[in-house]
């Protein structure tokens, strides 16, 4: 996996109003407008934030007619997902050798 796409995903997941702008994305397209609605902020504010979506490989802009909407593009999402499975496979394990103990400890004491 590249990480310099790696650190452009979570660089763009660090803010809460990008995060907020994809949640918003996964409902359908919507054009800078729309997604500026919700926010306390100017277009080209959240345009700037769709740069940064952008960059990460986020986010895209299609043209229809006058209007351009974005889109999500999931893929960076999923190989961040990718790279964290590790992380949870190695608590999921780290968990399960408590149990263990934790067993053995309860067998020892009601025994």
């Known amino acids: 996996m590249d990480t310099s796409t790696l650190d ?9 109003t990008r995060r907020a702008i994809l949640a918003r994305l ?11 609605a919700p926010f306390a902020m100017s277009q ?5 934030h769709l740069r940064v979506l952008e960059r990460a490989g986020l986010v895209s802009r299609g043209r229809d007619a ?5 889109r999500l593009e999931a893929r960076p999402l999923r190989d961040a997902l990718d790279w964290l499975a590790d992380f949870r496979e190695y608590w999921e394990e ?7 103990l934790l067993a053995r400890l309860d067998e020892r004491d009601g025994s």
């Open 94 to 100: 780290s968990y399960r050798r408590l149990d263990d």
């Open 8 to 16: 452009a995903t979570f660089a763009a997941l660090a803010d809460p």
């Open 66 to 70: 006058q209007r351009r909407p974005c």
């Open 44 to 48: 080209p504010g959240v345009s700037k």
């Open 26 to 36: 996964t409902e359908g397209e919507a054009t800078v407008g729309e997604l500026a």
